[in-house]
C-alpha cells in the first residue's frame, strides 16, 4: 500500500514564526503536492512538484514556498506565520504524467498560528 | 477556470437505504473524474476514478458515473450502512495539466442506525 505521511498532526505556533511541514510518500511517485482546507473553501492547492526540485505554483501560493531535495520528500515552508494561515495542510502524492493513477493523500497536519 | 460544485452538501438517511451524491463541473475538457472520502480531522482515501472516456465504474456498493457532455458526475451507494457516514469530495482532474486537481466542496453524508 502506498503511504503518505506528515511530520506532525497538531501544530501550534505564533506569528512571525518560520514554520516546516514535512511530507514524505514510500512509493517512488513523481508527483507530489501540498493542499490547504478550510471550512467553506474546500481544498486548495498551494504548490506541487513533478520532480526532484521542480516545483509550480497552485492556486494559492502566496505565502508559502517549498522544497523537494529528494523524490520521496516534499516540504512547505512559511517564512512568516501569520493567523489567516491557521488551516489543516495535506500532501498527496501520485505517479508520473500519463498515467491514470490517484493522488495518495497522507492524514493531514492541523497548524495553528496564534 | 474549472469550478466543481457538489449538491447536497449534507445528506441524512436511514441504514439500508441507496443513495445518490452528484458532482457538476463547468469545463468538460477532464482528463478524469474522482470522488474520494474524507473521515472527520483524516486525510482522503481515494474511492473511484473515472477516466473521460469512460463512462462508470464500480466497486462493491459504489458505482461512480461521468456524463462529460452535460458536466455531471454521480456517486451511487448501495444499502448504505453507519461506516459510511463520511464527507465525499469530487474532483475533477484537467486535461494537460500535469495533474491538477479541482475540488468540489463536499457532501457530509450520515447514515443513522
Known amino acids: 500500500d502506498v503511504k503518505v505521511t506528515q511530520s506532525s498532526r497538531y501544530l501550534v505556533k505564533r506569528t512571525g514564526e518560520k514554520v516546516f511541514l514535512e511530507c514524505v510518500q514510500d512509493?517512488?511517485?513523481?508527483?507530489m503536492f501540498w493542499y490547504r482546507q478550510d471550512p467553506g473553501l474546500g481544498l486548495r492547492l498551494i504548490y506541487f512538484?513533478?520532480?526532484?526540485?521542480?516545483?509550480e505554483k497552485g492556486d494559492i501560493p502566496e505565502g508559502y514556498s517549498v522544497s523537494r531535495e529528494k523524490k520521496e520528500r516534499f516540504s512547505l515552508i512559511l517564512e512568516s506565520a501569520s493567523t489567516n494561515q491557521t488551516s489543516m495542510y495535506l500532501c498527496?502524492?501520485?505517479?508520473?504524467?500519463?498515467?491514470?493513477?490517484?493522488?495518495?493523500f497522507g492524514p493531514g497536519t492541523r497548524l495553528t498560528v496564534l | 477556470k474549472q469550478e466543481v460544485t457538489q449538491i447536497p452538501a449534507a445528506l441524512s438517511v436511514p441504514e439500508g437505504e441507496n443513495l445518490v451524491l452528484n458532482c457538476s463541473f463547468t469545463?468538460?475538457?477532464?482528463?478524469?473524474l474522482q470522488w474520494f472520502r474524507q473521515d472527520p480531522g483524516k486525510g482522503l482515501t481515494s474511492l473511484l476514478l473515472?477516466?473521460?472516456?469512460?463512462r462508470e465504474q464500480t466497486s462493491g456498493r459504489l458505482n461512480a458515473s461521468l456524463d462529460k457532455s452535460s458536466g455531471r458526475s454521480t456517486l451511487y451507494i448501495a444499502a448504505s450502512q453507519p461506516g459510511d457516514s463520511a464527507t465525499y469530495l469530487c474532483a475533477a482532474e484537467e486535461g494537460g495539466s500535469n495533474y491538477k486537481l479541482t475540488f468540489g466542496k463536499g457532501t457530509l453524508l450520515t447514515v443513522n442506525p
Open positions: 473515472i477516466q473521460s472516456s469512460q
Open positions: 512509493m517512488d511517485h513523481e508527483n
Open positions: 498527496a502524492s501520485s505517479l508520473f504524467q500519463g498515467t491514470t493513477d490517484t493522488q495518495y
Open positions: 512538484s513533478y520532480d526532484v526540485k521542480m516545483k
Open positions: 469545463d468538460s475538457a477532464i482528463y478524469n
